[in-house]
């Protein structure tokens, strides 16, 4: 199962950016998904998740400011960030689970089984 991300880079505060994570079809299809950070010296965070179903979740701080979403032609997650702030700043990991592991997830989802590179993310 390979997950790539791209997208992250530097950003001033108040600032967007959009982080991509691309997957094979089956794995769009068949797997829920989602986005957790990690910064230096933290745990790692849930950041988003989007369940088998098609609903979505975020964690409480960031709703409202990062958005979730897919794109089927292009077998890609994403994560919108508006409004970012100087505590964003983090390496961001998109992560998949099979349907049956997802089941299991439990909130804050990070139990996925399969993990990308992770992309880093700094604010200014």
């Known amino acids: 199962v390979q997950l790539v991300e791209s997208g992250g880079g530097s950003v001033q505060a108040g600032g967007s950016l959009m982080l991509s994570c691309a997957v094979s079809?089956?794995?769009?299809?068949?797997?829920?998904m989602g986005w957790s950070r990690q910064a230096p010296g933290r745990e790692r965070e849930e950041v988003a998740a989007?369940?088998?179903?098609?609903?979505?979740s975020a964690a409480n701080s960031l709703r409202g400011r990062f958005t979730i979403s897919k794109d089927s032609d292009k077998n890609t997650l994403y994560l919108e960030m508006n409004s970012v702030e100087p505590e964003d700043a983090a390496t961001y990991y998109c992560?998949?689970?099979?349907?049956?592991?997802?089941?299991?997830?439990?909130?804050?989802?990070?139990?996925?089984?399969?993990w990308g590179q992770g992309t880093q993310v700094t604010v200014s």
């Open positions: 992560a998949a689970d099979t349907d049956v592991r997802c089941a299991l997830h439990k909130r804050p989802v990070l139990q996925y089984s399969f």
């Open positions: 989007w369940r088998i179903d098609g609903s979505t």
């Open positions: 079809r089956y794995i769009y299809s068949s797997y829920c």
